[in-house]
Nanobody
Framework: QVPVVESGGGSVQAGGSLRLSCAASGRTFSRYNMAWFRQAPGKEREFVAYISASGGPYYADSVKGRLTISRDNAKNTVYLQMNSLRPEDTAVYYC????????????????WGQGTQVTVSS
């Protein structure tokens, strides 16, 4: 199994940076595709970024060039480096893990974290 726990959220001014971490447990982490989603107040959860088990990244258009997803299989951790943050990036960010990339890209996952709040002020 690979339950996941997010950390690293917080409050930052527009233009600032944050790095989110998602720690997973279990010996099979390296086989899982991992992703970040976010949900802003009053909005539906949306896809942010995805990284395959082999390390290939994929991003939502709204975050390309500003957010970077990466993984460290030795530490069972996936990261989301967020730069040039904007007020519209304010949301609860969720980490997700799934064995199938096509499921993860449409918001279906075997495991979800509890979320970490990111607040960007103007």
């Amino acid at each position: 199994q690979v339950p996941v726990v997010e950390s690293g959220g917080g409050s930052v001014q527009a233009g600032g940076s944050l790095r989110l971490s998602c720690a997973a447990s279990g010996r099979t982490f390296s086989r899982y595709n991992m992703a970040w989603f976010r949900q802003a107040p009053g909005k539906e959860r949306e896809f942010v970024a995805y990284i395959s088990a082999s390390g290939g990244p994929y991003y939502a258009d709204s975050v390309k060039g500003r957010l970077t997803i990466s993984r460290d299989n030795a530490k069972n951790t996936v990261y989301l480096q967020m730069n040039s943050l904007r007020p519209e990036d304010t949301a609860v960010y969720y980490c997700a893990a799934d064995h199938a990339s096509h499921r993860l890209r449409v918001g279906i996952a075997d495991y979800w974290g509890q979320g970490t709040q990111v607040t960007v002020s103007s």
